[in-house]
């Protein structure tokens, strides 16, 4: 059974940083590619970063180019380095696994996370 778990969302001061930490488990994930949501109360969910599963190539929404870096670890963990944050930022944010996409259609990624709170403050 396919396990996704995210963990370091977290309260931060608009400006600050937050690394999130998504750890896949359950079976080999060496050619998956792995992406991070997010949705805030009363919004669709939307697409914030995915990374492929050599880890060579990346992809950003727009709101978040050059404020987050997503990185791949190893064949189980990505990062989400959450840098400048600002309180539209604040969302939970959902890890995702795809056996055979990289981008940004949530329809099209496997396994799924709960989710972790981050929260900015102004």
């Known amino acids: 059974q396919v396990h996704v778990v995210e963990s370091g969302g977290g309260l931060v001061q608009a400006g600050g940083s937050l690394r999130l930490s998504c750890a896949a488990s359950?079976?080999?994930?060496?050619?998956?590619?792995m992406g991070w949501f997010r949705q805030a109360p009363g919004k669709e969910r939307e697409f914030v970063a995915a990374i492929s599963w050599s880890g060579d190539s990346t992809y950003y929404a727009d709101s978040v180019k050059g404020r987050f870096t997503i990185s791949r670890m190893n064949a189980n963990t990505v990062y989400l380095q959450m840098n400048s944050l600002k309180p539209e930022d604040t969302a939970v944010y959902y890890c995702a696994v795809a056996a055979r996409y990289s981008g940004s259609k949530d329809d099209r990624y496997d396994y799924w996370g709960q989710g972790t709170q981050v929260t900015v403050s102004s």
């Open positions: 359950g079976r080999t994930f060496s050619t998956y590619n």
